[in-house]
């Protein structure tokens, strides 16, 4: 009886480990069990660092911008920046399609069930770099109350945008990077499906 009780509880203390251990690029687009969009976060809300999940190593590593550790040099991430799983881009570098989800800061490696809001594209030094706009789907991870479309976002906080706008602006050298457009959540959506393997 004590062993077989062991057992049980060596099998409960594991089974959480066994739950963290999967790889970022091995998650599903949409949770599992609600259906929902989910993105790794890779760059925390509120640091300037940016970081990346490299699928070679299988870990977070510095992202690099001509041969150095990139370092946005202007006000920290307005959101937690990171990737759709189970997507790529049509990019050189074939990476997932980039997301920015609007709330507090979350580790590197949290997996957020998001609601796509809207979606802006970037011209990085002449490559279109698409990233959606996303809100947390639970109510308690929210900080924009009731904003779920992009329509939501832009009539309840009209600043927003501009800060989104300056924070892509200042990711690499005065005139490197500029916004090609912005998008409402349907386009967001239709992104994820073009970008879904």
């Not at 069990?33 to 510095?62: I, S």
């Amino acid at each position: 009886m004590r062993l077989s009780a062991l057992l049980t509880l060596t099998a409960l203390a594991a089974a959480p480990l066994t739950g963290c251990q999967t790889r970022p690029d091995d998650l599903p687009t949409f949770s599992q069990e609600r259906k929902l969009l989910q993105v790794v976060v890779e760059m925390p809300a509120g640091t300037n660092r940016a970081q990346r999940y490299d699928a070679t190593q299988h870990q977070f590593v510095p992202e690099r911008r001509a041969g150095l550790d990139h370092v946005v040099e202007f006000l920290p991430c307005p959101g937690n920046s990171g990737f759709i799983p189970g997507t790529f881009t049509n990019a050189p570098s074939a990476r997932p399609l980039a997301a920015l989800v609007l709330c507090e800061a979350q580790p590197a490696g949290t997996v957020l069930e998001v609601l796509p809001i809207g979606l802006v594209t970037l011209d990085d030094n002449g490559l279109m770099r698409p990233i959606v706009l996303a809100v947390p789907a639970r109510p308690s991870q929210q900080i924009l109350p009731a904003v779920v479309s992009w329509q939501d976002l832009t009539s309840r906080y009209p600043g927003a945008r501009e800060v989104l706008r300056q924070w892509f602006q200042h990711q690499g050298r005065p005139g490197e990077v500029r916004i090609v457009s912005w998008k409402d959540e349907k386009a967001a959506e239709q992104q994820v499906r073009q970008a879904m393997n």
